[in-house]
T-cell receptor
Framework: AQTVTQSQPEMSVQEAETVTLSCTYD???????LFWYKQPPSRQMILVIR??????QNATENRFSVNFQKAAKSFSLKISDSQLGDTAMYFC???????????FGGGTRLMVKP | ETGVTQTPRHLVMGMTNKKSLKCEQH?????MYWYKQSAKKPLELMFV???????ENNSVPSRFSPECPNSSHLFLHLHTLQPEDSALYLC?????????????FGEGSWLTVV
């Protein structure tokens, strides 16, 4: 079974600054996918970024980028130039290539302060 | 605007009631999911459907009964629920089940069991 751990229950950052959210996972699989989802107060889970484990290059989406360290089983999310609209819960998630299940971490509540 | 629509957004029901949650996806996907999000636990996968066939049932009590009449619609029938079943129920879809396909979520249905 896979587990996903987010060790920071809450974080805050000043507007325009950079923040990094941590995520570690445990798996015996070699082929898998990692995701970061954002859940704003509206409660809809919105995909932020997706990483394929077989790709060494870190995924980026505009102000969002990841630091994927496969050997360390670490998948952190960096948000640059933080905006007030980035305030949300952020969930790290894992999916094995052979499975149907998206396994989520416990989430990190991010507050962007003006 | 989301490609996955859930109704109702809020539902209050007694323990002896029978109600249903409805989900519709407008993305042309073949797989649909029910997830449960409660206050003190990470998101939990409940059911997975692929081309209207249930492919995963994650040890969910029988008081939750899913139905997938076609690839665009998914229901969760509820009967004789317990107060601990109060949670946010998230419907989701993906192009195919598993294999790293990105999962897209609806805005959720808030369920309160009294």
């Amino acid at each position: 079974a896979q587990t996903v751990t987010q060790s920071q229950p809450e974080m805050s950052v000043q507007e325009a600054e950079t923040v990094t959210l941590s995520c570690t996972y445990d798996t015996s699989e070699n082929n898998y996918y990692l995701f970061w989802y954002k859940q704003p107060p509206s409660r809809q889970m919105i995909l932020v970024i997706r990483q394929e484990a077989y790709k060494q290059q870190n995924a980026t989406e505009n102000r969002f980028s990841v630091n994927f360290q496969k050997a360390a089983k670490s998948f952190s999310l960096k948000i640059s130039d933080s905006q007030l609209g980035d305030t949300a819960m952020y969930f790290c998630a894992f999916m094995a290539n052979a499975g149907n299940m998206l396994t989520f971490g416990g989430g990190t509540r991010l507050m962007v302060k003006p | 605007e989301t490609g996955v629509t859930q109704t109702p957004r809020h539902l209050v029901m007694g323990m002896t009631n029978k109600k249903s949650l409805k989900c519709e996806q407008h993305l042309g996907h073949n797989a649909m999911y029910w997830y449960k999000q409660s206050a003190k636990k990470p998101l939990e996968l409940m059911f997975v459907y692929s081309l209207e066939e249930r492919v995963e049932n994650n040890s969910v009590p029988s008081r939750f009964s899913p139905e997938c009449p076609n690839s665009s619609h998914l229901f969760l029938h509820l009967h004789t629920l317990q107060p601990e079943d109060s949670a946010l129920y998230l419907c989701a879809s993906s192009q195919e089940a598993g294999s790293g396909n990105t999962i897209y979520f609806g805005e959720g249905s808030w369920l309160t069991v009294v």
